[in-house]
């Protein structure tokens, strides 16, 4: 289904308000209806535009609340989870007027979206899970440090390291959006697959990305945890799962284990690409994506 050349898909930005909150997104693209939820939580949207595909799909992405020029919880930065951002999902779904869209989630997105498939799924043609996994918590980040540390031994003695390694280490600290800012940036070499031997096309991104400090909490303060292992099995959209062989934070590991858990599902491994594969691999993510999302 086209989009229109006016009206909530119209190119641009949008807003709607929810529960007296304002959620804003931004439509680019032509052909059929992608909504795609961005990573963190707490990163901007912007790093998330893939043009390759707004070749083929007409890109609807969300601007989590909480960041950017979309509203603030009474809570904030606590409050923020999985079904308030599914909530809002559903809502732009709706203001869209559309009868089904697909769902694409990068990272904390992908978590997003498969809570999303799981419990609203009625709209939903079709779900991408790109770079994400089943589960969050101390097995997750064990297998993190893992990768990060394969990642510190293929670059050990490079001068960057040092100052990727106190990033990381900076993380659990985070407490603010000044520091929330410092550790993206910080760490964001470790997120691709080859980043100081492509320093010029991705220095950009490292310069320009921001975020807002989001807690991982819920209203009243507990972790906002993640296991869907065992509910993935009931999934009844169709699913894609999309990842970079290099990817530290939601690696081959998880996709793996997603594919296996959702009844059908497709796997994608970028070869190339670490969390970014859109940006390190735009034309092989946006044709396997097109072609899921078309059916050609």
């Known amino acids: 289904m086209n989009a229109p050349a006016t009206g909530p898909l119209a190119t641009g930005t949008h807003t709607i308000t929810v529960n007296g909150v304002d959620q804003r997104y931004h439509v680019h693209g032509a052909g059929p209806v992608c909504v795609a939820h961005s990573g963190g939580p707490g990163i901007s949207w912007e790093y998330l535009r893939m043009p390759e595909l707004e070749r083929h799909l007409t890109m609807v992405y969300v601007e989590p609340v909480g960041t950017g020029g979309s509203g603030r919880l009474p809570t904030h930065p606590h409050g923020y989870t ?6 809002h999902v559903d809502l732009v779904v709706d203001h869209l007027g559309v009868p089904t869209v697909h769902l694409l989630g990068h990272s904390h997105g992908g978590f997003v979206v498969q809570y999303h498939a799981l419990h609203r799924p009625d709209r939903i043609a079709g779900i991408v899970l790109y770079d994400s996994a089943p589960v969050t918590g101390p097995e997750h980040g064990a297998e993190a440090m893992r990768k990060v540390e394969e990642f510190a031994a293929r670059h050990a003695g490079h001068p960057g390291l040092p100052g990727v390694i106190q990033a990381f280490r900076s993380v659990p600290s985070i407490a603010d959006d000044e520091a929330m800012v410092a550790a993206i940036r910080g760490i964001l070499p470790a997120y691709f697959a080859d980043y100081w031997g492509r320093e010029s096309e991705f220095a950009p991104l490292q310069e320009s990305v921001t975020g807002w400090y989001i807690s991982g909490l819920d209203a009243d303060h507990s972790p906002d945890l993640i296991d869907d292992r065992g509910t993935l099995g009931s999934l009844t959209v169709p699913a894609l799962v999309v990842v970079g062989r290099h990817d530290v934070i939601c690696g081959v590991r998880w996709a793996e284990e997603l594919q296996k858990l959702i009844p059908d599902a497709e796997l994608l491994i970028l070869e ?18 097109a072609a899921f999302v078309t059916g050609d």
Request: net charge negative.
């Open 82 to 87: 999985r079904e308030l951002y599914s909530r």
């Open 272 to 289: 190339d690409s670490g969390h970014f594969g859109h940006l390190e691999q735009p034309w092989e993510f946006a044709g396997a994506v």
